[in-house]
């Protein structure tokens, strides 16, 4: 996974600490998926200029408790939105990234966007 191969990167945050993900998959309950986690080994987060936005660490827990994405997607992790009212859906288990309303949050309404969360990266995070 080469993050800096995608265009029009606006902020790009350092690595996760090893500690950090530990706290982060002990406070989601889970195992993160390994494309994730291996994201999060090269940038905690990062920004497009088109509105795209991988969370931080920092921002990961919250996003998803304020969405109540256990309650209503309970297999998935939103690890970003598109600024524009939409969340960014990764399978906890499985392949795939989604793209679905905040307002709903159904994974019957989820929009694949990617294959895989390394293939969706390497293709430049396209909505």
């Known amino acids: 996974m080469n993050i800096s191969n ?54 990961l827990i919250e996003r998803n408790k304020t969405l109540e994405v256990e309650k209503y997607a309970s297999a998935y992790l939103t690890i970003g939105d598109d600024s524009g009212g939409r969340s960014i859906m990764l399978p906890l288990a499985g392949k795939g990234v989604y793209l679905v309303d905040q307002g709903s949050m159904d994974p019957d309404e989820f929009k694949r966007i990617g294959m895989s969360l390394t293939d969706w990266i390497a293709d430049g995070c396209v909505l």
């Open 6 to 59: 995608v265009g029009g990167v606006a902020i790009v945050n350092g690595a996760i600490s090893s500690v950090r993900l530990v706290e982060l998959q002990e406070g989601f309950h889970v195992q993160l998926p390994d494309a994730y986690v291996q994201m999060l080994n090269l940038a905690d987060g990062f920004s497009l200029k088109n509105g795209v936005i991988l969370y931080s660490s920092s921002e």
